[in-house]
Every structure is written in C-alpha cells, then in structure tokens.
C-alpha cells in the first residue's frame, strides 16, 4: 500500500471499529459474538469506556438510564418533537429536532452535577474533609454558575423527586456488593445534607445519575451524552404517538391563542 493510501486510511483513525467486506469488530469483540450476549447497556459501555461491563455495572447504568426516558410534553426537548412531528417530516427530523434542544440549561445538569462531585473528589484527594470540600466546591459553583445548583430541587417535583430516592437505593446496594465504592454516594448526599441548612432542597434526577456515572467511572461531558441517549426513547415515543394523532402544524398553543402583543416603548 502507498504512503498516499496510508495517509488516506488514517484520515479517520479509530479505535472503535474494526469493519472490512465481511467483517465487523467493535473494541476486538466480533459482532456475531456480541449479538445475543450481551445487553443494550453492556454495549454502551464498550462503545463509550473500551470495555465491556460487568452485568452488575450495566444494571447500574441501566437504572439510570431508564430513570431519564421522558418527562412530560412539557419538556422542551419533547415539545419540540411533537411540534415537528406534525409539519411533515420524518421520525428521524422530529428526533433530531429533540435531541437538539438537550443543551446547558435543559440537558445539562447531570454533566454539571458530574463536574461538581469530580471537583470535591479532587479536593478531598488533596487533603480537605469531606465538609469543607463540600462547602469550597460550592463556593467554587455559585462563584462560576450563579445561585441553582445543578442536580439539586426540581420545579414540578417538591419536595422529592421520585426517581432520585430509588437510584440512589441501587447505588447503595452496589456499594454494598463491591460493584461500585460508594464515594460519589456520600459526596452527593452531602452536598444535599449541605444545601438543606438553608432550605429543604432534595437531590434530583440529574443529581442522583451523576453519582452513578461517577461511581462507574463515566468521565463528566459523557453523563450529557448518556442523558441524550435515555431522552432519545421518550423523544421518539412522543413523536410517534403525535404523528398517531395527527396535526397540523401544530405550533406551541392552540391557534385559538395567540402570543401577547407588547409593543415597545416610544
């Protein structure tokens, strides 16, 4: 093969994906040995980590994701789809639209949350209590981010939100068993125990899936894209069911109302 041919290959360079006529290999493991053996979550891990997953790390990273499938109509991210379920286009285009909306503010709170656990694991490796860690990676957060914490209250969900209660129950339990060490566990649970001095501010979903992607070792930016990949199931399960329903152009209110005119100060 030529120097040409070589450079052309190396265009793309991966580690992923093995694939030649006949062949597919994802991360060394041959497609046709992976079909029927291991699970959607186990995957995941391969494509994501390089590795595959211990049965009892990928039910905790199942767990998670199921948790995050959906939440409601009135979820921008969902919104979205259905409206663009109804102009004519394809699941795909009503997915994408979906997934497009996952951004800092509607999606990004289980990175951020990540980010935070990270930070005081970093400090408590440094020397610091776990209390004063807690306390100087909060400081660090509302200096940098502003007042809300991210993966703590819910505006819909008060004074608990379902799902983190019952993650943070399997988190425990695969502490116990040695699937996973727990650390994240109490930090999240202190930066909640935290938080509570001033008000009764419960840990939330994005709160309780961050400890899990950390305690299995999911590097921070990644938890956004795994919350991605669990909306994604609640996103085209909404835009099926509209495009069911039928509709036209349906725009965010019932054409019976229309948006409020303000006009601008003279």
Known sequence: MTDDADAIRAWWRTSIIDMEPGKIAFRGHRVEDLIGNVSFPQMIWLMTVGHLA??????LLEAALVAGVDHGPQAPSIAAARMTATCGVGLNNAMANGV???????????????ELYYDIARRIDAGA??????QAGLDQWRAAHGKIVSGFGHRFHKPV?????????????????????????????AVQANLNQKHPLAMNIDGATAVIFCELGFPAPLSRGLFCLSRSVGILSHAWEQMQQ???????MPPAYLPKYEPEPQ
Do not use: F
């Open 54 to 59: 211990s049965a009892e790390e990928a039910a």
């Open 129 to 134: 209590s776990l209390k004063d860690a807690v």
């Open 100 to 114: 497009n909306m996952l951004g800092d503010v509607h999606g990004g709170a289980g990175e951020q949350c990540a």
């Open 161 to 189: 939100d379902p799902r983190a209660p019952r993650l943070m129950s399997l988190v425990r339990d695969a502490a116990q068993a040695g699937t996973v060490t727990g650390r994240y566990a109490e930090i999240g649970e």
């Open 246 to 252: 039928g509709g036209r152009n349906k725009g965010p």
